[in-house]
């Protein structure tokens, strides 16, 4: 028996009839199953995004600011 923790959650059956139609040929074989892959990479993209929003520190941008006034295109 698998020790995961699951939930139910209900979606609209025009939707669900599309997410059907969607996950042919996929190998999919359950709505749960393709939804919970294509929330995992939508999470995991949101995640990416986000680290990448972080890794630029308020020090850095006031660097890349400074340089830019030496340069002459910021006042």
Known sequence: ????KYTTVSI???LAKKIKKRMEGT???SI???VTYVLRQVISSIEEEEKEK??????DEEKVKERLRALGYLD
């Not at 972080?54 to 020090?59: A, G, L, W």
């Open 12 to 14: 609209p059956k025009p």
């Open 32 to 34: 749960s199953s393709y």
């Open 1 to 4: 028996m698998s020790s995961k």
């Open 27 to 29: 190998g999919f074989n």
């Open 54 to 59: 972080e890794s630029f520190s308020e020090e």
